[in-house]
């Protein structure tokens, strides 16, 4: 089980669809994604994919927690997230 510190990160597919994920290391994971090997099963054939948004978010607990609330915006505001207009942290305020 890893330890470090976990990031929430969005990629922009080339079809303009927007997914979003949690990871260690966002540079590996996104060479997994593109690679098809290990990556989630909605990329591939989605590429070229561009690395839009990153955040360090700390335990994997929390890491998921950002992870589920951001999945579940619309995409207005997955735009909004992606072009600073308006933080993680003021998203996902309940």
């Known amino acids: 089980m890893s330890t470090g510190e976990y990031s929430l990160y969005i990629v922009r597919c080339r079809d303009g669809s927007l997914y979003t994920g949690i ?7 996104l060479r997994e994604h593109e690679s098809g090997n290990r990556g989630a099963r909605y990329l591939r054939g ?3 994919l561009r690395l839009e948004f990153t955040q360090h ?8 927690r950002f992870e589920h609330r951001v999945k579940r915006l619309q995409r207005e505001h997955k735009e909004a997230l992606i072009a600073g207009r308006i933080s993680l942290r003021e998203l996902s305020a309940d």
């Open 23 to 29: 990871a260690i290391d966002v540079d590996r994971r």
């Open 57 to 64: 978010l700390g335990d994997r607990a929390t890491a998921l």
């Open 46 to 48: 989605r590429g070229p």
